[in-house]
């Protein structure tokens, strides 16, 4: 092979690493992206699923109560009311839209349609 080739050869392969090198920032950053996606799903799931033990503990215990007032009173608002009022408020959804992913600091108008029907 001679001195030619060998040059040409050589250059292909440059551009064949910068192309390379080029692919590994791009997987680099979705790979980023990705982490970041994880971690913030994982604490979202992790939140949810706290607010979910809350619901279930309250709904148990509040069982008994409720069907003891619901005999006296109407059940809204209850516990449950002031479950999602702090859910709401915590940021998440409690429409049916979009219930428990985050509200990103806006209002949702499903979310607050749900606080015009149940107010008394
Ligand atoms: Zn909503």
Do not use: W
């Not at 192309?19 to 799903?41: I, V």
Request: proline fraction near 2%; hydrophobic fraction near 30%; include cysteine.
């Amino acid at each position: 092979m001679g001195n030619r080739e060998i040059f040409d050869q050589v250059s292909d392969m440059e551009k064949q690493i910068g192309e390379l090198y080029e692919q590994l920032g791009d997987l680099k950053g979705k790979l980023s992206d990705l982490l970041e996606e994880n971690h913030r799903l994982a604490h979202e799931n992790h939140h949810l699923r706290n607010h979910l033990d809350n619901f279930t503990e309250e709904s148990v215990e509040n069982e008994q109560k409720q069907s003891d007032a619901k005999q006296q009173k109407g059940v809204f608002p209850g516990e449950g009311y002031d479950n999602l009022a702090r859910l709401y408020e915590e940021g998440f959804h409690i429409c049916s839209l979009e219930f428990g992913s985050p509200r990103r600091n806006e209002d949702c108008i499903f979310c607050l349609d749900f606080f015009d029907k149940t107010k008394l």
